[in-house]
């Protein structure tokens, strides 16, 4: 089953509105990254949060990460048409070999209506 | 100008051929990884590389095979053992990090269609 899985599947907003797009995942972690896709490109890497930190900001991104209920939150402010995407959560589970690979969610399709 | 490149970006195949995907990056990264796409999906891992001359399954093997023989490729060959190919095919590479995994770095993916 998917690790960490995006929440809403879709969104739909108006220019200059905030945007909140959440993960939830299964296992315990060595970090969270969310990444953006653009429609038929590859993937851009937004932030990496590692599993003692609890915020992060970049730009209009804002990530939290909350490891007692494992999940973590994408917050965009002041959205423009330009942040119309895909965003992925991957998480990077803790295994008992050591990290063996990200597991990438299903993605929340944004659309910012100008 | 550093990055990594896939080619081709569209790619036909026919029933019972063998493709092969390109996947170079100048950005000096040891690990590169190839994932698999379907509409409306996350990615899935296929096969991931730390090292040269070696390399990993991951989640999707069955039907696809890597070599690594230099740092700077990770070719994917698709071969007629995979009975559903048609996907959007991404490699991306990234530092090989001693406490998990680091930031990925894509390419701007194949789309793969069979006939």
């Known amino acids: 089953s998917q690790q960490g899985e995006e929440d809403p599947q879709a969104l739909s907003i108006q220019e200059g509105e905030n945007a909140t797009m959440n993960c939830s995942y299964k296992t315990s972690i060595n970090n969270l990254q969310w990444y953006r896709q653009n429609s038929g490109r590859g993937l851009v890497h937004l932030i990496l949060i590692r599993s003692n930190e609890r915020e992060k900001h970049s730009g209009r991104l804002r990530v939290t990460l909350d490891t007692s209920k494992k999940s973590s939150s994408l917050l965009i402010t002041a959205s423009r048409a330009a942040d119309t995407a895909s965003y992925f959560c991957?998480?990077?589970?803790?295994?008992?070999?050591?990290?063996?690979?990200?597991?990438f969610g299903k993605g929340t399709k944004l659309t910012v209506n100008p | 100008d550093g990055g990594i490149t896939q080619s081709p970006k569209y790619l036909f195949r026919k029933e019972g051929q063998n493709v092969t995907l390109s996947c170079e990056q100048n950005?000096?990264?040891?690990?590169m990884y190839w994932y698999r796409q379907d509409p409306g999906q996350g990615l899935r891992l296929i096969y991931y590389?730390?090292?040269?001359?070696?390399?990993q399954k991951g989640d999707i093997a069955e039907g696809y095979s890597v070599s690594r023989e230099k740092k700077e490729s990770f070719p994917l060959t698709v071969t007629s053992a995979q009975k559903n190919p048609t996907a959007f095919y991404l490699c991306?590479?990234?530092?090989?990090?001693?406490?998990?995994?680091?930031?990925?770095?894509f390419g701007p993916g194949t789309r793969l269609t069979v006939l």
């Open positions: 991957a998480t990077d589970p803790i295994t008992q070999g050591g990290s063996e690979k990200l597991v």
């Open positions: 991306a590479s990234s530092i090989v990090g001693t406490s998990g995994f680091n930031e990925q770095f």
């Open positions: 590389s730390q090292i040269v001359n070696d390399f």
């Open positions: 950005l000096n990264h040891d690990a």
